[in-house]
């Protein structure tokens, strides 16, 4: 399809999604907290532990809370900024941010402070795109790659990447000597190839959960008998990243590769 090694970067938040990732053949993570939560900043701790033993790139997320607005205060920049410089010192590879204007416009200034503190390391500009104005997502691609964010994840504006592939396919075909344009958000061992077709991407994220492999059936989980809860969450399972589910994109993704 495309000459060129698809690669395949997996978002975990924990250790052992981590290293599952990297049995099943990942070429890269994303490291937060709170997937759950469409992913926050993970603890240095974590990032720590993991590159004492960790072959993979470890690109960390810059969130410090819940929220689609992507608006963040001056103090929630500082969060930031300071959370950057801590997992730089702990040897994060990469980062991934994304900030917006109450107009849903990217927010050039706030970007340019991480652009700015990353010291040269690789930034992701997150699916904080995929709220903007679809009408100038030709132009919100050029603005942040002046700004000098090296890929954009994104779902073509549509809640999945499966829903989004022909607009990705767009943005891909336009920009893909300049900016790397990284199809996102629903991805799984079904539907990966005609993403893959469609959108003619070479680089793509998953969470690549049991819940997205085709032969996922759903556990069953033994609960502890306790009238305590620690919020929303932990009424479900805990889904982490299945290798068995990493190494069947993976192989999908190098067959397309040799099209």
């Known amino acids: 399809m495309s000459g060129h090694d698809i690669k395949l970067e997996v978002c975990v938040d924990s250790i052992g999604s981590a290293f599952a990732a990297e049995v099943g053949g990942a070429s890269r993570i994303e490291l ?43 103090e929630e920049m500082q969060a930031i900024l300071t959370d950057m410089a801590l997992l730089r010192e702990h040897g994060a590879d990469g980062f991934v941010f994304g900030a917006l204007n109450t107009d849903r416009t990217i927010d050039a200034n706030k970007c340019r402070q991480v652009m700015q503190q990353s010291g040269g390391l690789p930034v992701t500009f997150h699916r904080a795109f995929d709220l903007t104005d679809q009408k100038r ?79 996922y059936t759903a556990p069953t989980t033994t609960r502890m008998e306790c009238d305590v809860t620690m919020g929303k969450q932990d009424i479900d399972p805990y889904y982490g990243t299945n290798s068995n589910v990493v190494r069947k994109m993976v192989t999908i993704a190098n067959a397309m590769s040799c099209r």
């Open 137 to 215: 997502m030709h132009e919100h691609v050029e603005l942040l790659r002046e700004l000098g964010f090296k890929r954009i994840l994104s779902s073509g504006f549509r809640p999945s990447a499966a829903e989004g592939a022909d607009c990705l396919a767009q943005l891909i075909a336009k920009h893909h000597r300049d900016i790397i344009i990284m199809p996102g958000a629903g991805i799984k061992v079904a539907n990966l190839e005609e993403i893959l077709t469609v959108s003619r991407c070479l680089e793509f994220h998953a969470s690549a959960m049991d819940t997205a492999g085709e032969d």
């Open 32 to 74: 937060c907290s709170a997937l759950g939560e469409g992913g926050l900043t993970p603890t240095v701790g974590t990032l720590k532990t993991l590159k004492d033993s960790f072959t993979l790139p470890i690109f960390c997320m810059l969130r410090p809370r819940r929220g689609t607005d992507f608006l963040y205060s001056e």
